[in-house]
């Protein structure tokens, strides 16, 4: 299975900086590599101008640099270390600086091995499964609006207006060992399409607005195109987007 990659990533309208991070590595040609084994990272980073950006390169890049090449025997498991390293890589840079106290962020990946794929997120950065024209999105988002509603205490017209909508209950860098949310192993079918985005994507479109431009282009183009619509409305906070596409190609 061929694996076909785009990204795109902008401060948005409203923003004068970027606090988002995508970092991605695929399959190499080295003689000992797994087929189609590749990981995939979208970071929001939160804490000021320096701190969110400081904390979500170093959450992406950390993860990715303890992260199994192969995914290991446990790719569930590996996510979890790899999350934990992370989060206590930006707690010790945090406690160094004090221009980067109190750095957070948000982190989704997804690791694809031979035609299976594992998602898992830390906050509200999201990660969708497009198949069949639908967008399903298979990570649970862990902010105050979205455990009430998971509660039924909240509808979901209620979270999209609530001013709580930003307050997130899992993090990167608060120096405990974080919870991994960690969804798979899944079947990736060719056709398929793998999205990972932070919040100011989802904050402006539905799943509906997604899956039609995520499918509209090839991945470069159509990442593009999702953040050029999210722009267009109003582009409220930093906007990335990844986006890969499975062929059956070789």
């Known amino acids: ?26 399959r190499t040609a080295e003689p000992d590599a797994v087929a189609d084994a590749s990981l995939f990272i979208a970071a929001d980073g939160v804490g000021g101008a320096a701190g969110g950006a400081c904390a979500s390169r170093l959450a992406a890049c950390v993860a990715a640099a303890v992260f199994p090449r192969d995914g290991g025997t446990d790719p569930a498991a590996s996510f979890a270390h790899a999350v934990n390293v992370a989060d206590r890589a930006v707690t010790l840079t945090a406690r160094k600086d004090a221009t980067l106290k109190g750095m957070a962020t948000t982190l989704v990946a997804a690791f ?20 069949g024209g639908v967008a399903r999105q298979v990570t649970e988002d862990h902010s105050l609006v979205a455990e009430r509603v998971r509660a039924g205490t909240l509808s979901e017209a209620q979270a999209a207006v609530s001013a709580h909508r930003h307050y997130i209950t899992r993090s990167i860098g608060t120096g405990e060992d974080v919870e991994t949310d960690v969804f798979g192993p899944y079947a990736l079918e060719p056709g398929d399409r793998l ?49 890969v596409m499975a062929s059956a190609e070789q």
């Open 195 to 243: 999205l990972l985005c932070t919040d100011g994507l989802t904050e402006t479109m539905d799943a509906a607005e997604i899956a039609a431009l995520a499918l509209a282009a090839d991945p470069e183009d159509a990442a593009r195109a999702l953040v050029d619509a999210a722009n267009a409305h109003g582009g409220p906070d930093n906007i990335s987007v990844l986006i």
């Open 1 to 26: 299975m061929r694996l076909r990659v785009g990204a795109c990533t902008d401060a948005g309208r409203q923003r004068s900086d970027n606090q988002d991070y995508l970092l991605y590595r695929v």
């Open 112 to 131: 694809v091995r031979e035609g299976v794929f594992w998602i898992a997120n830390v906050g509200d950065s999201r990660g969708y499964l497009i198949r």
